[in-house]
């Protein structure tokens, strides 16, 4: 069964470092999703992407935060500039379409980010 | 704006017994039901779904009906294993936009 893969599983960095997380979504999905959870609190959203470019982003999604797909396989979460507060689980998501519109989403096993 | 709320847990309870985890939503508009499951140092795996009002959803023994006249869509079990012991998010997927609404996750204990 195909499933959304995310690398690294756990990522360790400084602050103000900049780190790039990575995602492979399902081959034939249209549509890109980034989360985040906190230790101990619920997944909220972060960005959306369809058709190359963001379709929704949530207020958590500043200018330190970008999202690529740099080729026809990849989709990535950049931070710029890492804060203690990034520490977090981040998943990527993605679905096809479904009546014209986004269909249901699965998520990728997700990659802890640890921010020292 | 839409929004899910969720049963505090932890839930604890002998194997074979009977599960309920209550979810109730706010939302304009129709939208889908959801009910994630995070096992122990993995993922989000989508455990089932509903996309209009009076829709069960099924998987592996757990069930949930979408109820509007109650905005409701609790998960129930009828006999729980040990294998079930994992985080059980309820989520909300609205037609206006493509972003999930997750409510806090319920964890689940399931003793031998």
């Known amino acids: 069964e195909p499933e959304v893969t995310q690398t690294p599983s756990h990522q360790v960095t400084q602050m103000g470092q900049e780190v790039i997380l990575r995602c492979v979504p399902i081959?034939?999905?249209?549509?890109f999703y980034w989360y985040r959870q906190i230790l101990g609190q619920k997944v909220e959203f972060l960005v959306s992407f369809y058709n190359n470019e963001i379709s929704e982003k949530s207020e958590i999604f500043d200018d330190q935060f970008s999202v690529e797909r740099p080729d026809g396989s990849n989709f990535t979460l950049k931070i710029r500039s890492t804060k203690l507060e990034d520490s977090a689980m981040y998943f990527c998501?993605?679905?096809?379409?479904?009546?014209?519109?986004?269909?249901?989403?699965?998520f990728g096993p997700g990659t802890r980010l640890t921010v020292l | 704006g839409n929004s899910v709320t969720q049963m505090e847990g932890p839930v604890t309870l002998s194997e074979e017994a009977f599960l309920t985890i209550n979810c109730t939503y706010t939302?304009?508009?129709?939208?889908?039901l959801f009910w994630y499951v995070q096992y122990p140092g993995e993922g989000l795996q989508l455990l089932l779904k509903a996309t209009k009002a009076d829709d069960k959803g099924s998987n592996k023994g757990f069930e949930a009906t979408y109820r509007k006249e109650t905005t409701s869509f609790h998960l129930e079990k009828g006999s729980v294993q040990v294998s079930d012991s994992a985080v059980y998010f309820c989520?909300?997927?609205?037609?206006?936009?493509?972003?999930?609404?997750f409510g806090k996750g319920t964890r689940l204990h399931i003793l031998p």
């Open positions: 989520a909300l997927g609205s037609n206006r936009d493509d972003k999930i609404i």
């Open positions: 081959s034939n999905h249209l549509y």
């Open positions: 939302a304009t508009g129709y939208p889908s």
């Open positions: 998501a993605s679905s096809g379409r479904t009546s014209g519109r986004a269909g249901t989403q699965y």
